[in-house]
């Protein structure tokens, strides 16, 4: 069974640094890795989806990158903005479309 | 887009009644949806996944006789806690996949469940 394991589980920043969310899974034959941002009480927002053949998506001040060899993914954010609070998941699927999420990472962008 | 929504968003009921929780895709057909529960500062737990038209499967450990899923249209999943508990109180969250690759999941908003 997939295990999908988040480092750091919590982190706090300053604004405007940059800073890096890492994903790390044990079963490599996976279709894509998909991060998403989940704030306090509500659903998930999908951020990036970078497919097996990838090795990074952009999107913004995002970055996800995807290294499948070793099973892992980072998620970069650029000049982080107190907007940027919540919590980041990752998760991947497997051959029955079944999403196996990530531990999850608090971020809290202080003003 | 692909817009997934869910009712209620919340839901207050009292121990030994049942509620029923609906997943809809708005603009896109979803032939397989999914169902989470999430219990505070914990990540999301798949519950079940349901296709159109036929039983759901059930994870290990879910009871399938307490959270009764039905997936009678390409647009619409629901969930129905039966006999809820407070115990059952956790924030449930569906998804969608299209029709078609590339199993990109889109995710409703939730539905907080408070057994009182």
């Known amino acids: 069974k997939q295990e999908v394991t988040q480092i750091p589980a919590a982190l706090s920043v300053p604004e405007g640094e940059n800073l890096v969310l890492n994903c790390s899974f044990t079963d490599s034959a996976i279709y894509n890795l998909q991060w998403f941002r989940q704030d306090p009480g509500k659903g998930l927002t999908s951020l990036l989806l970078?497919?097996?053949?990838?090795r990074e998506q952009t999107s913004g001040r995002l970055n996800a990158s995807l290294d499948k060899s070793s099973g892992r993914s980072t998620l970069y954010i650029a000049a982080s903005q107190p907007g940027d609070s919540a919590t980041y998941l990752c998760?991947?699927?497997?051959?029955?479309?079944?999403?196996?999420f990530g531990t999850g990472t608090s971020l809290t962008v202080i003003p | 887009g692909a817009v997934v929504s869910q009712h209620p968003s919340w839901v207050i009921c009292k121990s030994g009644t049942s509620v029923k929780i609906e997943c809809r895709s708005l603009d896109f057909q979803a032939t397989t949806m999914f169902w989470y529960r999430q219990f505070p500062k914990q990540s999301l737990m798949l519950m079940a996944t349901?296709?159109?038209?036929?039983?759901?499967?059930?994870e290990q450990g879910v009871e399938k006789d307490k959270f009764l899923i039905n997936h009678a249209s390409l647009t619409l999943s629901t969930l129905t806690v039966t006999s809820a508990h407070p115990e059952d109180s956790s924030f449930y969250i569906c998804?969608?996949?299209?029709?078609?690759?590339?199993?990109?999941?889109?995710f409703g908003p939730g539905t907080r469940l408070t057994v009182t």
């Open positions: 970078i497919q097996s053949s990838q």
């Open positions: 998804s969608a996949t299209k029709t078609s690759g590339p199993y990109e999941q889109y």
């Open positions: 349901s296709n159109e038209g036929s039983k759901a499967t059930y």
């Open positions: 998760a991947v699927p497997n051959t029955g479309n079944q999403f196996y």
